[in-house]
């Protein structure tokens, strides 16, 4: 029997169902409708390009926040163009920060390539020898119910390859203006 | 006085960098290493205040930084020239979100340099900088570093301008084969 993969947008929503004061950035592509799908907010930070930042954008916040809890979620290419920035992040060691990879083993936005992922490149392992504590593969819903409640612990630096469905549901789309996304995102820092 | 030592300059210019960062209140420093830069990486590691954040690559640098500012820290970029190829496409992240950005690259590839595979990125750096939207200063003269750091640190983050600050390879001193 084969076990049936999960949905990016049912995991993004269930990671994220009780972030209270937890600071979001997203990769580019389906990771950041994902997320905008979910309930957009002040502290959520899209990434529409700069492919291969995500990680390395959430631990500079995570290094400037440490009293917060940071996430990244982004997609399988984005993290492989930034594989780098586990070695990076792992010299930091930053407790408060989780990198959620939402691993469809494709490149979703081009034409649904095959990635590495998909070839069998273990992100999990790269993670894991890099010097992350905890480095997972997640594969169902109650993996992630757990995750959701392990990134506001602050026990990291953490890392989650979530295996999803290669499905692209229909696009949810926040404001492409950089600065707006910027701006409200400090401000609500500031208020708090 | 007739003396000559006592016109001596009595700290240097990698001194004076690293306190125009201190005082502006800089946090992060990350950094791809270049002779150039190793005095300043060294004050870094030992003062408790200012993080160091060794990179794999130059780009993971610009992405740092905007994530920095995000969360309401400054930081600064260092790198050498042949590492600003590397960072072209995430510079987008600067322009897009108009994140203030101070990045310090020692140049190669100019004056004494040994080594030819370092002239052509160096050659295409203040060029390349400039066409990602980035406001270029190069500084020639040692007396020069400190002020433009601090001058360069005070826009960026007064007004949200991105600055490059080139240190030339006969300020930094060409390196010996």
Known sequence: ?192 | MSDSKQHQIITSWEENLFNALKQAGVKQLPYVPDAGHSKVIDMAHKDPDIRPVVLTTEEEGVALCCGAWLGGEKSVLLMQSSGVGNCINMLSLISNCNFPFVTIITMRGEFGEFNSWQVPMSSATQGSLELMGLNVQRVEERDDVGPTVAAALYSAYSSDQRIAILLSQKLIGSKKW
């Open chain 1, 1 to 192: 029997m084969t076990v049936e993969k999960l949905n990016r947008r049912e995991v993004v929503k269930k990671l994220i169902s009780n972030r209270a004061n937890l600071l979001i950035i997203s990769g580019l592509g389906s990771p950041t409708y994902d997320l905008h799908d979910a309930g957009d907010n002040n502290q959520n930070f899209y990434l529409w390009g700069a492919m291969g930042g995500a990680a390395m954008m959430g631990l500079g916040l995570a290094l400037s926040q440490p009293e917060k809890s940071v996430l990244v979620v982004t997609g399988d290419g984005e993290q492989l163009m930034g594989i780098g920035a586990l070695a990076t992040i792992s010299v930091q060691m930053p407790k408060n920060l989780t990198i959620a990879v939402l691993d469809n083993e494709h490149f979703g936005e081009t034409g649904m390539q095959k990635s590495h992922t998909g070839y069998g490149v273990d992100l999990v392992g790269i993670a894991h020898s890099s010097g992350f504590p905890i480095s997972q593969e997640l594969t169902n819903m109650s993996d992630i119910e757990v995750a959701r409640d392990d990134i506001l612990l602050n026990n990291g630096p953490m890392f989650l390859n979530i295996k999803i469905n290669s499905q692209s549901p229909d696009r949810s789309l926040p404001t492409l203006d950089g600065v707006e996304l910027k701006n409200r995102f400090r401000t609500s820092l500031k208020s708090q």
